[in-house]
C-alpha cells in the first residue's frame, strides 16, 4: 500500500464550488505539505503544518485553507472554486529532519 | 529569498547519450540542494541530495556535486536509458530548514 495517500485523483468541477482534497499518511511523520504544480513553476508551496496544532501558509494560500484532522490527516479546501486553480495538487509529508519529503500521487483538479 | 533556476526543457535525448540538466540557485546561508524526479502519473520522489558544499549526491546512475563558488547543483548521467524519460526538480531547503523551494522542473525525453 502507498505511504501517501490522496483523495480524489482527479476531479472536475465548476467555478464557485466548495472542494475538499484529502490526504492521508502512514509514514508516521510529523511534518504534512500542500503543493501545486503547474507547467513551467514547478511546485509552490499552499501550506504546511509541522504536527496537529501547527498549520502554517505557505507562498500561494490565497482562496485555500487547510485543516490537520489527525497526525496522518491533512485536508486541503477551495471555499469558492476560479478557473486559475486548475493545477496537479499534491501532499507531501516529512520526518523532523525535513531533509526527504515524500509525496502522494497528486490530484488533477479542473475548474471549469 | 531562497529561489531555484533550472534550465528550460523538454532535453530530448537518444539513448545512451549523456544527459546534463543545469541547476542554480540563490540563498542565504548554507542550504541542502536536492534533485527530486516525477515519473509520468506519479508523485515527486527524491533522487540524490547534498547537504554541504563540495559533496556530491549520486544514486542510479545519476550524480550531482554541490558547487557554493558557482551557486550550481547540476545533475549528470553518462549513459540515459528509455526509462530515465521524466521530470526532473532542483529544489533546495533553506538554513531554517523548514521547508523546500523548487526550481521549475526540466522534462526528460529518451528516445530508443
Known amino acids: 500500500d502507498a505511504d501517501v495517500t490522496q483523495t480524489p485523483r482527479n476531479r472536475i468541477t465548476k467555478t464557485g464550488k466548495r472542494i475538499m482534497l484529502e490526504c492521508s499518511q502512514t509514514k508516521g511523520h510529523d511534518r504534512m505539505y500542500w503543493y501545486r504544480q503547474d507547467p513551467g513553476l514547478g511546485l509552490r508551496l499552499i501550506y504546511y503544518?509541522?504536527?496537529?496544532?501547527?498549520?502554517n501558509k505557505g507562498e500561494i494560500s490565497d482562496g485555500y485553507s487547510v485543516s490537520r484532522q489527525a497526525q496522518a490527516k491533512f485536508s486541503l479546501s477551495l471555499e469558492s472554486a476560479i478557473p486559475n486553480q486548475t493545477a496537479l495538487y499534491f501532499c507531501?509529508?516529512?520526518?523532523?529532519?525535513?531533509?526527504?519529503?515524500?509525496f502522494g500521487p497528486g490530484t488533477r483538479l479542473t475548474v471549469l | 529569498g531562497n529561489s531555484v533556476t533550472q534550465m528550460e526543457g523538454p532535453v530530448t535525448l537518444s539513448e545512451e547519450a549523456f544527459l546534463t540538466i543545469n541547476c542554480t540557485y540563490t540563498?542565504?546561508?548554507?542550504?541542502?540542494l536536492f534533485w527530486y524526479v516525477q515519473y509520468p502519473g506519479e508523485g515527486l520522489q527524491l533522487l540524490l541530495k547534498a547537504t554541504k558544499a563540495d559533496d556530491k549526491g549520486s544514486n542510479k546512475g545519476f550524480e550531482a556535486t554541490y558547487r557554493k563558488e558557482t551557486t550550481s547543483f547540476h545533475l549528470e548521467k553518462g549513459s540515459v536509458q528509455v526509462s530515465d524519460s521524466a521530470v526532473y526538480f532542483c529544489a533546495l531547503r533553506g538554513a531554517a530548514g523548514n521547508k523546500l523551494t523548487f526550481g521549475g522542473g526540466t522534462r526528460v525525453l529518451v528516445k530508443p
Open positions: 540563498a542565504t546561508g548554507y542550504p541542502s
Open positions: 503544518s509541522f504536527d496537529v496544532k501547527d498549520i
Open positions: 507531501a509529508t516529512s520526518d523532523s529532519d525535513g531533509s526527504e519529503q515524500f
